[in-house]
């Protein structure tokens, strides 16, 4: 484990580095950790060989640090934290982007400060945007004043499973990874923001990648399909199985070769990116797909 500080938050990282192999920066989502998502098996780039992965928590997340101010933890401002870690840990150099909900946020604001830092990205989970964020605004503003009065036990742990999206099921119940005394400020600054604009998503012109599930109102089809409409070059994939999400890895591992393929300048080339041994998903049977989702590809 290492650090960073920055704007007053101290980001704890990680790096793997495969000597030669391009270089992945994983996030993860609101009031989660690496920690977390792996606990959640949405650490899809963790189970990709090959690559030098740089992982960290957000500021107020996990082991890192915040402030008690909303406006720390809106998009913009997370993608600013991200461009800075990256400044320090990989200078100079081109990255591939992965991350689910408020990762995902971040990476597109990131991606629009500074466009020749990235050579993809992997949207995972896009969570409600423009006209389906107002809604949840005011869940998160409920949510922060619940915390307030009552403390982080006033947030549920996790719906039943019956309750979660279909691809979601069976996953362990988990609480939030985030400092108590910092989740109101965290939640209100999520209130606060959104995706950027769909015409300036136009602007945005690396491979993007995607990765949606149904019956989830919190991360819903109609922003993946709106990314995958406006980015120019955007491919979409819907799960509608658990197994479809386990199958997620293989993805982004098939999508690495062929990035690092079609783009020689990016470092590392193809250098022998895959899956990692044991992520095969069940009922899986050599040269057949257990695909049950949807695939769109415009690029």
């Given at each position: 484990?290492?650090?960073?500080?920055?704007?007053?938050?101290?980001?704890?990282?990680?790096?793997?580095?495969?000597?030669?192999?391009?270089?992945v920066v994983a996030l993860h989502g609101l009031t989660s950790s690496r920690r977390?998502?792996?606990?959640?098996?949405?650490?899809?780039?963790?189970?990709?060989?090959?690559?030098?992965?740089?992982?960290?928590?957000?500021?107020?997340?996990?082991?890192?640090?915040?402030?008690?101010?909303?406006?720390?933890?809106?998009?913009?401002?997370?993608?600013?934290?991200?461009?800075?870690?990256?400044?320090?840990?990989?200078?100079?150099?081109?990255?591939?982007?992965?991350?689910?909900?408020?990762?995902?946020?971040?990476?597109?604001?990131?991606?629009?400060?500074?466009?020749?830092?990235?050579?993809?990205?992997?949207?995972?989970?896009?969570?409600?945007?423009?006209?389906?964020?107002?809604?949840?605004?005011?869940?998160?503003?409920?949510?922060?004043?619940?915390?307030?009065?009552?403390?982080?036990?006033?947030?549920?742990?996790?719906?039943?499973?019956?309750?979660?999206?279909?691809?979601?099921?069976?996953?362990?119940?988990?609480?939030?990874?985030?400092?108590?005394?910092?989740?109101?400020?965290?939640l209100r600054g999520a209130a606060a923001t959104d995706l950027p604009a769909p015409?300036?998503?136009?602007?945005?012109?690396?491979?993007?990648?995607?990765?949606?599930w149904t019956g989830d109102p919190g991360h819903p089809e109609s922003t993946a399909?709106?990314?995958?409409?406006?980015?120019?070059?955007?491919?979409?994939?819907?799960?509608?199985?658990?197994?479809?999400?386990?199958?997620?890895?293989?993805?982004?591992?098939?999508?690495?070769?062929?990035?690092?393929?079609?783009?020689?300048?990016?470092?590392?080339?193809?250098?022998?990116?895959?899956?990692?041994?044991?992520?095969?998903?069940?009922?899986?049977?050599?040269?057949?797909?257990?695909?049950?989702?949807?695939?769109?590809?415009?690029?």
């Amino acid at each position: 484990m290492a650090t960073f500080g920055i704007a007053g938050a101290t980001l704890d990282f990680d790096v793997r580095d495969t000597s030669g192999g391009p270089a992945v920066v994983a996030l993860h989502g609101l009031t989660s950790s690496r920690r977390r998502e792996a606990l959640m098996r949405l650490d899809i780039a963790s189970r990709v060989e090959g690559v030098r992965l740089l992982r960290y928590d957000a500021r107020g997340h996990g082991r890192s640090g915040g402030t008690a101010d909303p406006a720390d933890y809106r998009w913009p401002a997370l993608a600013r934290d991200l461009l800075g870690l990256l400044d320090h840990v990989v200078p100079g150099e081109r990255v591939h982007g992965v991350g689910p909900s408020m990762g995902a946020g971040t990476l597109l604001h990131a991606a629009l400060a500074d466009p020749a830092r990235f050579a993809s990205l992997t949207l995972m989970l896009p969570p409600t945007a423009w006209g389906t964020r107002r809604a949840r605004s005011r869940d998160y503003e409920r949510s922060a004043s619940a915390v307030e009065a009552d403390g982080v036990a006033a947030l549920d742990a996790g719906a039943d499973d019956a309750d979660l999206p279909p691809a979601a099921r069976g996953r362990p119940r988990t609480g939030p990874d985030v400092r108590a005394d910092l989740l109101p400020a965290i939640l209100r600054g999520a209130a606060a923001t959104d995706l950027p604009a769909p015409e300036e998503l136009e602007r945005i012109t690396v491979p993007v990648q995607v990765l949606a599930w149904t019956g989830d109102p919190g991360h819903p089809e109609s922003t993946a399909q709106t990314l995958r409409e406006r980015l120019p070059a955007a491919a979409l994939s819907i799960a509608a199985t658990p197994d479809d999400v386990v199958w997620w890895s293989r993805l982004l591992a098939a999508r690495l070769r062929r990035w690092e393929t079609l783009d020689p300048t990016v470092d590392g080339g193809p250098a022998g990116v895959r899956e990692a041994t044991g992520g095969r998903p069940r009922g899986d049977r050599v040269g057949v797909s257990p695909w049950k989702g949807r695939w769109f590809d415009s690029g």
